[in-house]
């Protein structure tokens, strides 16, 4: 085997991450055709890092729960389908009925994101129904805490205070398991989007259609129930939001750009919304020292909605976010060595190193990926890594993975090592061609080489 040494930890420099959040009530539609521009796919480089996307209203039938128990659901595979061709993965997803929360993140970050836990919080009848409520995925990126929120809360302009004693409710609700998790209020960054539900009080429809057509928005702000909450409530008032230069998101006859026009008539409302909070520092006093805090700050690049989109009775809304980070975490638990492979008749030699305080186990394995995958379970093949172990020494190990069954193909592909404690991949190798079926080559001096 080749030798190989571990990677020794280098000084980490900051890190820019470009996060794009895409909240949408989609009133139980089927995805269309074509979300390029709800996704910035046809910008020539929209540079993003990770994607966080978060559905409300999704189709919640019986034979409809039923069938993406079985299967992914119809809004997660067209995400998957068009992202990953340009390297996203799925990384973690969560669903309560009509809610969905997706994060998907570029290949080289996955090694740097540990989910730590993905959970829902109904409020819909009594906390037992969720038809209402939120749903979580916490995480570590880079080694900072990251809590994401997708929430639906109560309906109607009179309901106001109920939906502020759900928001309440979904925070309070967020308890982690195992000890070395903090409270959500300690985490680094709190990214909490949905259809929020919030009115425009006092004035009437005549009034609030005429300022929207005017786009004179500023008065409408002022009644907005939720910037009415925030100027009230001490723990909204540490989440913030962009400007809303956009027109409401709700409510819209189906089909058309046009206000509600049923016997209702509904007034225009900004009901679809994405805030923020960093953590706050801690206080100290003269006679404390100041200890230096991780370096951690977030910036709203854009925040608008986007009309071109009919199938609902609400406008999606989208935020990008730029992350400025000095990582915590900088080299990975597992260093994968595809440049160490050789290819056998029905087996391949992997190399790996592990961090000396990196926890294995057992149900740990390496999977073998084309470029392009959709998911961490959208392997070609997979191997437990005690199960085939050839050798170990001084944390560098040598397992063999079966590959007889890999058609030829001019595909690359990747490894990942998932931690089956940590419930995540920890390492991933950079894009190589493997040959199946090994082949001998005699050379000038009449020895057998073998070919790679």
């Not at 055709?33 to 993003?48: A, E, I």
């Not at 019986?62 to 996203?88: G, K, N, Q, R």
């Not at 956009?246 to 919304?273: G, L, M, V």
Request: charged residues 20%; glycine residues 4%; contains cysteine.
């Amino acid at each position: 085997m080749e030798t190989v040494s571990p990677l020794k930890p280098a000084e980490p420099r900051d890190k820019k991450l470009s996060i794009y959040v895409v909240t949408w009530n989609v009133a139980s539609a089927a995805p269309p055709l074509d979300l390029d521009h709800l996704l910035q796919l046809d910008k020539q480089d929209p540079n993003l890092d990770m994607y966080v996307i978060g559905l409300q209203e999704m189709s919640c039938g019986i034979m409809s729960l039923l069938s993406d128990t079985a299967f992914e659901d119809p809004w997660s595979s067209f995400f998957m389908d068009v992202l990953s061709p340009l390297s996203f993965v799925k990384v973690s997803s969560v669903r309560m009925q009509g809610l969905l929360l997706l994060v998907f993140a570029k290949c080289q970050h996955l090694p740097f994101i540990q989910i730590l836990s993905a959970k829902s919080t109904p409020t819909g009848f009594f906390g037992y129904w969720g038809n209402k409520g939120g749903v979580n995925i916490c995480l570590k990126l880079y080694g900072y805490y990251v809590s994401i929120i997708n929430c639906h809360l109560p309906p109607h302009l009179a309901n106001n205070d109920q939906r502020l004693e759900h928001f309440d409710w979904i925070l309070e609700m967020q308890n982690f398991e195992g000890p070395d998790i903090p409270n959500i209020l300690d985490h680094d960054l709190i990214v909490w989007f949905g259809d929020m539900n919030f009115r425009i009080e006092d004035f009437g429809l005549h009034f609030v259609r005429e300022a929207v057509k005017s786009q004179c928005y500023s008065e409408l702000w002022e009644k907005d129930q939720l910037s009415i909450a925030k100027r009230c409530d001490t723990l909204l008032r540490e989440f913030q939001e962009g400007p809303l230069l956009f027109p409401p998101t709700y409510k819209f006859d189906k089909n058309s750009n046009n206000y509600d026009t049923s016997e209702k008539k509904r007034k225009p409302a900004w009901t679809d919304r994405i805030l923020w909070r960093l953590k706050r520092q801690p206080h100290t006093d003269s006679c404390t020292p100041r200890r230096p805090a991780p370096h951690l700050s977030l910036s709203l690049r854009s925040y608008t909605s986007h009309m071109m989109y009919t199938i609902s009775d609400h406008k999606p809304v989208t935020g990008t976010f730029d992350l400025e980070l000095k990582p915590l975490v900088s080299v990975p638990l597992i260093s994968l060595m595809p440049e160490g492979l050789w290819t056998m008749e029905n087996a391949m030699l992997i190399n790996y190193s592990l961090t000396p305080d990196f926890p294995s186990s057992p149900w740990d394995w390496i999977g073998l990926y084309k470029v392009g995958l959709r998911h961490i379970n959208d392997y070609v093949s997979y191997v437990w890594v005690r199960d085939n172990q050839v050798s170990f020494n001084d944390g560098l190990n040598q397992v063999y993975i079966n590959i007889s069954d890999i058609p030829e193909t001019e595909d690359q592909f990747l490894l990942c090592y998932y931690s089956n404690s940590l419930r995540s991949v920890v390492g991933i190798s950079n894009p190589f061609k493997i040959q199946p079926q090994a082949f001998l080559e005699e050379d000038p001096l009449g020895e057998v080489q073998p070919q790679i």
